[in-house]
């Protein structure tokens, strides 16, 4: 075994955008294991854009990582030496420990996840993991998604909207309409994942939703926020309803962004806009798994990854999962791992 | 009785605010009733801020007035002749047919109500009527109003405003704050109405909503929109609701007032906004007489009308009440009435 390891220190809090030099990649000992705890070697890290939160000092539903400390985040991992006895070497875990190769935990610190898997680790991650429950809460609890509803989903190619539209699409929606960054991604949602239809919003947002949806929608998924939720609140028809799970165009923003102008049409539409954290739904977590590991087993659901390799290259994936770079749940592969 | 009326017609379609211009009053005939309809005498009629919606041509939730025609609203008058057995002259009822002195309708198109009444007649326009049961359907139904909740309304002096603020005291609120527009109406909330406090907003909307409540509410019942919206996102707490029923503040807009420049707090505070119309709510409508005529009979709930006199004065009326000169419901005197 190792006895460093490799880890992401916060090592400024960015201004706007961020850039590699926020981040320090320094290395580190791994200490002994104490009575209950375990080691950990990851085998896969996740980056989301709700990190970018935890760079910001001050409140917010995440704890901000601290300057010149250890960043957290989700990753999936082997236990690779144990003074845990119901977490013996080799088990396959979920910890909130990464940005590091190598952990000592906590044994109450892990979730066991079962081993081997039928799935690739990573796809806890993934489509069984937060981002799976975000998409599904989101659709059908905070949305109250009905088969027949037109949806639209900003941030269609991304984790959490990829399997929201698709989600929508197993449970009959009358149409999916998807927003995404780039004309592969276009492709990608109206053609391997079966979205109704998509646009790419760089062509301008307000014109693709007029004519993606031009009768208008009755569902928002919303990844995005900014220009994308003003064209959903001038799509959305009489008692529609959003979803609000993000809102990825302000997250750089040095100044507030500008706010949708046509707030006075919830009145007369009568439309509900709800913003929601995964958490609040985690009572959902065995339907959900129940539900999303059917349609992984009939081949209904898409998954698509986009793969960074090596702890060093967890900061550029970073980077480039907030400059709209992948298609489907971006992770960063540590260790290759047998199963 | 009378063989002519007055009646106001749209004279012109405004643009901006509203001005005498855009109104025209004209003396017609009044026609004979056939067999199954009434003549109505108004006793008093309502203007709403939502008819400023009803001058601009374009779908809606209302239909649009017709220029060179009569403008439509609610009223309550006396049946002063009958050819209808169920409603006989005497019968005070309620009608969508005002902005006139006398009407001609079809018993279909009245609403009977208790007569004599134990309250005055134009109550049915208020406290009793459309902006009462909007108060109650948007606090308790809309926004899920529960005891304890710290509550903030905007317009809070006007005819719903001053409903919802005295609803939610009465159902327990933990506090209730009221914004209005001038020291006058702030009085008279924390005086008569019981509010626990209120402010001007002429001396800024964020600041006085930081003041009334610094530690944030659970509940917004918007009347005006605008940059009270924007106030009342960053005051909500988490799992905030709100409720929007009118956005005053636009109603004369001509370019698309700017937004809310901070619903990205809506996902880390998982807020809701939800617009609505009383129309949907009218299930309720049993109920809330029955909870407001107890209020009423207890003397817990305190009603005050701005009255304007004679069918002349209800432009005046209308353009006043734009902006803002009533305190409590505006309404229009039509004739006295023994009641």
Redesign the interface.
């Known amino acids: 075994m190792s006895t460093t390891t490799r880890e992401w220190h916060l090592a400024a809090r960015p201004h706007g955008e961020p850039t590699p030099e926020d981040f320090r990649l320094v290395e580190v000992p791994v200490p002994e294991p104490g009575e209950g705890q375990v080691v950990v070697r990851m085998v896969a890290m996740s980056v989301d854009p709700y990190m970018r ?1 935890r760079m910001r000092s001050g409140p ?2 995440a704890p901000p990582w601290e300057v010149g400390a250890v960043m957290s985040g989700g990753a999936v991992g082997r236990v690779v030496a144990s003074r845990a006895p119901d977490l013996p070497e080799g088990t396959l875990v979920l910890t909130d420990a990464a940005w590091r190769e190598i952990a000592v935990l906590d044994a109450g610190a892990v979730r066991r996840l079962p081993s081997p898997t039928d799935v690739p680790p990573s796809w806890f991650l993934g489509v069984l993991g937060m981002p799976g429950l975000t998409a599904y809460a989101g659709l059908f609890r905070v949305a109250a998604f009905t088969p027949g509803d037109d949806v639209l989903v900003s941030g269609a190619a991304g984790a959490v909207g990829s399997l929201a539209g698709q989600f929508a699409r197993l449970r009959g929606a009358g149409s999916v309409v998807g927003s995404a960054g780039s004309p592969e991604k276009v492709a990608w949602l109206t053609g391997e994942l079966g979205f109704t239809t998509a646009f790419d919003y760089h062509s301008g947002v307000a014109e693709g939703v007029a004519a993606a949806a031009p009768d208008g929608v009755d569902v928002f998924f919303d990844n995005v ?1 900014g220009a994308h ?2 064209a959903a609140i001038g799509a959305l028809r009489v008692h529609g309803r959003a979803a ?4 990825i165009s ?1 997250y750089n923003a040095v100044e ?22 995964v958490g ?1 739904h985690t009572d959902l977590r065995a339907e959900f798994t129940d539900t999303v590991s059917g349609w992984l087993r009939s081949g209904d659901l898409v998954v698509r990854e986009t793969e960074y390799q090596g702890i060093e290259n967890a900061v550029p994936a970073f980077l480039d999962l907030m400059r709209g770079v992948n298609t489907g749940k971006m992770v960063v592969r540590l260790t290759s791992d047998p199963d």
């Open positions: 939160g917010s539903y926020g939720l003003e609000l799970c993000g809102s302000g507030p962004p500008p706010g949708p102008r046509n707030m006075s049409l919830m009145v007369g539409k009568r439309l509900t806009l709800r913003g929601f954290l609040d």
